[in-house]
Nanobody
Framework: QVHLVESGGGSVQAGGSLRLSCAVF????????MGWFRQAPGKERERVAT???????SYVDSVKGRFTISQDNAKSVLYLQMNSLKPEDTAMYYC????????????????WGQGTQVTVSS
């Protein structure tokens, strides 16, 4: 059974850094598209970054140059390194997975973690 567990969230001042982790269980990480999403109160869920089965990455414009998605297949862990954090990065962050190709629609990711809160103060 596929299971995702996020960790690494917390509170940080603007300009600081955090690294989120997503431990995956029940499947081979390299065979899945993996993604990080976030949702702030009162806002739509936003796709932050994805990494496909070939290692290709994509980012929402607002985090380009600041966030880096990566994965360690041997440890079965997905990461999101977040630098130069801004108050507008405050949200609940979720990791998600779907087998093989990355879905074009976020809602089509089949597996989701419970989320980890990131709060950035000014």
């Amino acid at each position: 059974q596929v299971h995702l567990v996020e960790s690494g969230g917390g509170s940080v001042q603007a300009g600081g850094s955090l690294r989120l982790s997503c431990a995956v269980f029940g499947y081979t990480l390299s065979e899945y598209c993996m993604g990080w999403f976030r949702q702030a109160p009162g806002k739509e869920r936003e796709r932050v970054a994805t990494i496909d089965i070939d290692g290709g990455t994509s980012y929402v414009d607002s985090v380009k140059g600041r966030f880096t998605i990566s994965q360690d297949n041997a440890k079965s862990v997905l990461y999101l390194q977040m630098n130069s954090l801004k108050p507008e990065d405050t949200a609940m962050y979720y990791c998600a997975a779907d087998e093989w190709d990355c879905p074009s629609r976020s809602a089509d990711f089949g597996y989701w973690g419970q989320g980890t809160q990131v709060t950035v103060s000014s």
